[in-house]
T-cell receptor, first 114, second 113 residues
């Protein structure tokens, strides 16, 4: 099992460019999440999708949009990249409700905006 | 919003030493989780705690869910070089439409051989 797969692993963008970060999970999880990680800030939730067809804002949603394409895939889009969006982005998935085993994370996308 | 205070921020220890780190919160959580992040990788779940007072071990790792449900600690015994990484605590209140993890800012562990 691959778990959670993120693409690309690395990306450099110019200010104002757009791009989409892809995430797919093969664990039949209902819920999926996008986090960003910055030095000294821990992981902060950008958007999440509790189930197919639903998305909600997290702690830091400004400048981002998401699409839950189907149960497996959850993409994060930057419409007009800014240097403040330079970060490491992690996608995660989980089962929903009680009996949680915790979130499973992908290996991250390292994004630099110049 | 809910916040977790994780301490210490960083630790430099000698191989073979024991390590202790903790997390506190101003509000109650139903679940506490401890993750480890290796350089260049995503966080990986180490231990999950579901009941107040619960003490759980995973090899050399031991974690406890505080009685008040506002804190948790993680101990690593007899540290080895591969313990190097960033350790995150996370609290969650599941149920309803969504369970959302709140992360601490991490404890960076360095181990000298």
């Amino acid at each position: 099992n691959a778990g959670v797969t993120q693409t690309p692993k690395f990306q450099v963008l110019k200010t104002g460019q757009s791009m989409t970060l892809q995430c797919a999970q093969d664990m039949n999880h209902n819920s999926m999440y996008w986090y960003r990680q910055d030095p000294g800030m821990g992981l902060r939730l950008i958007y999440y999708s509790a189930s197919e067809g639903t998305t909600d804002k997290g702690e830091v949603p400004n400048g981002y949009n998401v699409s839950r394409l189907n149960k497996r895939e959850f993409s994060l889009r930057l419409e007009s990249a800014a240097p403040s969006q330079t970060s490491v982005y992690f996608c995660a998935s989980s089962t929903r409700g009680t009996g949680i085993d915790g979130y499973t994370f992908g290996s991250g996308t390292r994004l630099t905006v110049v | 919003g809910q916040q977790l205070n994780q301490s210490p921020q960083s630790m430099f220890i000698q191989e073979g030493e024991d390590v202790s780190m903790n997390c506190t919160s101003s509000s109650i959580f139903n679940t506490w989780l401890w993750y480890k992040q290796d350089p260049g990788e995503g966080p990986v779940l180490l231990i999950a705690l579901y009941k107040a007072g619960e003490l759980t071990s995973n090899g050399r790792l031991t974690a406890q869910f505080g009685i008040t449900r506002k804190d948790s600690f993680l101990n690593i015994s007899a540290s080895i070089p591969s313990d190097v990484g960033i350790y995150f605590c996370a609290g969650m209140n599941y149920g309803g439409s969504q369970g959302n993890l709140i992360f601490g800012k991490g404890t960076k562990l360095s181990v000298k051989p």
